[in-house]
């Protein structure tokens, strides 16, 4: 298996190698045509991906047909480190979730986080995980929080830090309320299935068959926010409006229609939403799931950006990115399929 994806790896480096003698503009470089403001330095950098969702299995596709490349989406996260890496500026990066497929046979599942984790500790610096249902589908809690360094309590995903004076980041748990990856018993599992009971008839919890509109979320694949976590949450946010603080809030789940499908979001998003709208210091909500990508501006002004997913990247394509963080604006430059994205002031805050 492992010479069989360093074939795969192998076979892309030489395309693009390729493609730099025949089109030296079009390099490995490419952000999609976005730029920095010149003569100014961001506060802080860090590297995005999301979805990587690897496994040693045959390509497939989502129940959507959409195709999957399980084995060459460790080759985009290789791909992804190494110019991190080459970025040399970059002061952490952050990981959206789903780390490995859930098709990923059980016996292997241990190695294959451990795999992909391993891949993440080549960046010269911190990385940061987000978990996603395919993480939970492989892993228990807690299994998967220590073995990714996830900090937390009681088996709790969700925790903030600062990379500047002027920013906070805040990493939500969206499966704190969920059908997978809490024991069978526990309480938080059984409030998730009585929660689907009431607004999912269909016997397979995981199909939307029938929902409209923005029921269509309440499948199993999602989840929701605990009420201690939204009060956490209010908490975070109250303090970093008192320290002036700029906030970024990053959940695997998507937090705004506008930047996701009804069928990907949180939940219980409202709520969530309804905490960060009584403040006036989160700037950008960020997010995996939703594998096409997408950007929004809510009444708020705030911005959403869900990512591409690195597992639908065929060979010899890129989904990942790395986001220069200003005090007025982020500037995500996307490589490949990773659109890139200016999020900066509305016209209502300048």
């Known amino acids: 298996m492992q ?12 395309f693009r190698l390729l493609k730099l003698v025949i089109c030296p503009s079009d390099d490995m470089g490419s952000t999609n045509g976005l730029v920095s403001p ?11 991906i999301s979805d990587v969702q690897y496994a040693d299995i045959p390509d497939g596709q989502s129940f959507l047909g959409v195709p999957r490349y399980y084995r060459h989406s460790i080759c985009v996260l ?10 040399r500026n970059l002061n952490f990066v952050i990981n959206f979730g789903d780390i490995v497929d859930g098709k990923c046979p059980s016996d292997q599942s241990l190695d294959a986080v451990k795999k992909v984790d391993n891949e993440f500790q080549k960046f010269n610096g911190p990385v940061y995980h ?43 748990d969206g499966y704190d309320i969920s059908a997978i990856g809490w024991p069978q018993g526990h309480s938080k599992t059984l409030q998730a299935l009585e929660f689907l009971e009431t607004k999912n008839p269909n016997s397979d919890k995981n199909s939307p068959a029938g929902l ?11 989840g929701a926010v605990g009420r201690e976590q939204l009060e956490w949450l209010d908490g975070i946010l109250k303090d970093a ?45 960020l997010a995996g799931h939703d594998h096409k990508g997408g950007h929004s501006i809510d009444s708020h002004g705030i911005h959403h950006r869900s990512f591409e997913a690195a597992l639908e990247c065929p060979p010899d394509t890129d989904a990942f990115g790395h986001v220069d963080v200003y005090d007025n ?12 994205t200016e999020m900066s002031k509305t016209a209502q805050e300048a």
């Open 78 to 87: 290789q791909r992804a480190v190494q110019k991190w890496n080459n970025h």
């Open 3 to 14: 010479a069989a994806c360093n074939g795969i790896c192998n076979h892309s480096l030489l």
């Open 241 to 285: 409006t008192k320290l002036k603080q700029k906030v970024i809030v990053c959940c695997h789940l998507p937090l705004d229609l506008g930047a996701s499908s009804q069928e990907a979001l949180l939940w219980n998003y409202d709520e969530v939403m309804n905490v960060i709208h009584r403040y006036n210091c989160v700037k950008a909500c």
């Open 130 to 172: 987000l978990i996603g249902n395919h993480c939970l589908y492989n892993l228990p809690r807690d299994k998967l929080l220590p073995l990714l360094k996830i900090p937390g309590l009681n088996g709790h995903a969700y925790y903030d830090f600062s990379p500047s004076l002027e920013y906070r980041i805040v990493v939500l």
């Open 212 to 222: 409209l509109g923005l029921e269509r979320r309440f499948v199993m694949f999602n």
């Open 38 to 48: 010149p003569g100014k330095k961001p506060l802080f950098s860090f590297g995005v």
């Open 329 to 340: 604006r982020l500037l995500l430059f996307g490589t490949d399929r990773m659109q890139s």
